[in-house]
Structure formats: structure tokens, C-alpha cells
């Protein structure tokens, strides 16, 4: 059973920043290797994705959050990071992260129980 746990929502002020943490966790024959990683977000509408970052570090924004967003990961960890600048009251929504692990038997997607940022003065 993979399980992936989200941290570093919260409240900024417009132009602030916050920075949030997903760590993914399982057995060996759960991860097998981690594909990609990433954040979504959703707020009132649908969800949409923010930011990828596959396992050979290829990175994918969407446009309203690039400049502004950093995805990084950390493969020995499993863990994927959101740095994000330049805060706008529109970036408020819960934001979920996700992974693509190919496990032992088969290639699967994973979801966070989603972390709430809130930006507000």
C-alpha cells in the first residue's frame, strides 16, 4: 500500500510563500521506481495540475504558476516540493500531490489527501 503524505499548506499574505512537502511511502514491492511526481490544486472548479517533475527531472508548470513555482524532488527520499513565490489570492485551493510508481506488478497513480493553502491579507 503506497501512501503519500502532504505537509506545508497554510496561510500567506499576497506576495508571500509557502513551501510544501509530499513524501511518498510503501513496500519495496509497492515501489518499484517512482516515474513522476507532482501537484495539483483545486479550488471551487475542477482540479488542475500545477507542476510535474518526472524521474529523469523534467519538469512541466501550468501557466498561471510558472515564475512564480518551483517543483523540485528528491528520488532517495521520494519526496516532491512546491516552492511558492509570489503568492495570489487565485493560488488558493487545496492542493494535492500525486505520483506515478510503477510498482512490481503494474504502473499505478497515487493522490495526497490534499493540503489547504489559503492566500489572503
Known amino acids: 500500500q503506497v501512501q503519500l503524505v502532504e505537509s506545508g499548506g497554510g496561510l500567506a499574505q499576497p506576495g508571500g510563500s509557502l513551501r510544501l512537502s509530499c513524501a511518498a511511502s510503501?513496500?519495496?514491492?509497492?515501489?518499484?521506481?517512482?516515474?513522476?511526481m507532482g501537484w495539483y490544486r483545486q479550488a471551487p472548479k475542477e482540479r488542475e495540475l500545477v507542476a510535474t517533475i518526472?524521474?529523469?527531472?523534467?519538469?512541466n508548470y501550468a501557466d498561471s504558476v510558472k515564475g512564480r513555482f518551483t517543483i523540485s524532488g528528491d528520488s532517495a527520499k521520494m519526496t516532491v516540493y512546491l516552492q511558492m513565490n509570489s503568492l495570489r489570492p487565485e493560488d488558493t485551493a487545496v492542493y494535492y500531490c500525486?505520483?506515478?510508481?510503477?510498482?512490481?506488478?503494474?504502473?499505478?497513480?497515487?493522490w495526497g489527501q490534499g493540503t489547504q493553502v489559503t492566500v489572503s491579507s
Open positions: 500525486n505520483a506515478l510508481i510503477q510498482g512490481k506488478y503494474a504502473l499505478a497513480d497515487y
Open positions: 510503501g513496500t519495496s514491492g509497492d515501489i518499484f521506481s517512482m516515474r513522476a
Open positions: 518526472t524521474s529523469s527531472g523534467r519538469t
